[in-house]
């Protein structure tokens, strides 16, 4: 693989929350209580993971975002600022709390309910206001957790300058067809391909985006269709437990790798190969791996 010595622009346009994760012996069912056997709060949002995961791989990079104007929207700052991400258009709203997660997890599955709250209160406006960022930078990077709104506009904004797109395509939710033919890469979890493209077969909407989407599943393992034949790759990774943020993971290191024009095949195992890194510790952001930890 090609890593060169020039750093990446990349400009993340999404969430940021705070993670509130409980550990039990069973996930609930409906109207059961559980005892928690521990609890704690990780650093998280799709938008804030990417943005720390590509800054560890030695990427610039400017997150556009939203927080409250509260403790928890102080501490998600600070840790941007400590991680060498660029928070000047991260904007502050007295309407809405910071963002929230609470995650239950067990023996390596979880049940996740976000609160947007803040992210809710991202606009276009806030996106215009990085304008000659957009124009110096080679990637954009987006995910499902702010408002279509803001996702068509950037997308839209991105693609009239000439710049690359990059979309984890998650949480799920139907995306126009303006998005899905202007973005560069999507990545989308197996389990939710009914959900962006219908019920039409698995292979038959990945020989509709060759190179372009790559599927995922919670064993980190990615699918997508190079032209030719289904390409499948798998880390053969026995420490894989900890499943929270290894999507954001793999998007990062692809998005990393693409930039330092490495081919799809590439960028896919690279991607992969972050994701495993983030798996063997807690939270979404405490396991991305810095550049270094590869060429150590």
Do not use: W
């Not at 939203?66 to 709203?93: A, K, W, Y």
């Not at 991105?158 to 949480?171: C, D, E, F, I, N």
């Not at 980190?220 to 034949?229: A, K, L, P, Q, R």
């Not at 390409?231 to 943020?245: A, E, I, S």
């Amino acid at each position: 693989m090609n890593f060169s010595s020039e750093q990446p622009r990349i400009i993340v346009v999404g969430s940021s929350s705070i993670d509130l994760v409980l550990e039990t012996e069973k996930l609930p069912t409906a109207n059961e209580t559980v005892i928690a056997v521990n609890s704690d709060s990780y650093f998280g949002g799709k938008g804030a993971n990417q943005a720390v995961g590509t800054a560890r791989l030695g990427a610039s990079v400017y997150f556009v975002g939203c927080v409250g104007m509260d403790p928890l929207g102080q501490q998600i700052m600070r840790n941007l600022v400590s991680e060498n991400v660029n928070v000047g258009f991260v904007h502050e709203t007295d309407r809405e709390s910071t963002g929230t997660a609470y995650v239950t997890t067990s023996n390596g599955n979880a049940a996740i309910v976000v609160v947007p709250a803040a992210n809710k209160c991202l606009r276009k406006e806030h996106v215009e206001l990085a304008d000659k960022y957009f124009h110096t930078a080679h990637l954009i990077l987006l995910q499902l957790e702010v408002s279509m709104d803001v996702i068509e506009y950037t997308v839209m904004k991105a693609k009239k300058m000439g710049k690359k797109v990059g979309l984890y395509a998650s949480p799920a939710v139907p995306l126009k067809e303006e998005v899905l033919q202007n973005v560069d890469f999507i990545v989308a979890k197996s389990n939710e391909l009914h959900i962006l493209f219908g019920e039409e077969q698995r292979e038959d909407v990945l020989r509709k985006f060759v190179n372009k989407l790559f599927l995922r599943d919670d064993t980190n393992s990615t699918i997508y269709f190079d032209g030719t034949e289904m390409k499948y790759f798998r880390n053969n990774n026995d420490k894989t437990v900890h499943k929270m943020g290894m999507g954001d993971a793999f998007t990062s290191g692809f998005a990393v790798a693409l930039c330092h024009g490495n081919s799809i095949e590439e960028c896919v195992k690279f991607g992969n190969e972050v994701s495993a890194r983030v798996s063997e510790k807690k939270g979404s952001q405490t396991g991305l791996p810095r550049m270094s930890d590869f060429f150590s």
